[in-house]
């Protein structure tokens, strides 16, 4: 009863409230899970698991590598495009597939 309806009727839309357009985001729900651990909530502790990966007996360059795999930070087809330096995000190589992280080690 104390909700305000808007003057003129409009389609109802789901809005993430986490976000300041209200759009969903991958971006806006890993920062509330950092939030939400930080606070002691679920999600479990993700700076301890990042402080032990550094702690791994193996040369720091492998290290680094092993960490953009992980966080998608190699210079993959895709991500050379969404950087505009490329216009087609296939693989070079088989020039079929889109080439994600794992198809470019494989």
Known sequence: ??????????????AWHFE???FFSVRSAYHLA??????GGTG??????E??????SLP?????FGWKVIHN???T???????????????EICGDAVESVSHALI
């Open 20 to 22: 300041k357009m209200a």
């Open 44 to 49: 479990g502790d993700q700076t301890s698991v």
């Open 77 to 91: 087809q895709p991500n050379k495009q969404r950087r505009n330096i490329l216009v087609s995000d296939s693989c």
């Open 34 to 39: 950092r939030r939400t651990a930080s606070y």
């Open 60 to 64: 720091h360059k492998v290290l680094i």
């Open 1 to 14: 009863m104390r909700i305000k309806l808007p003057p003129t009727p409009t389609e109802d839309f789901f």
């Open 73 to 75: 930070g190699l210079a």
């Open 51 to 56: 402080g032990e990966y550094w702690k791994i």
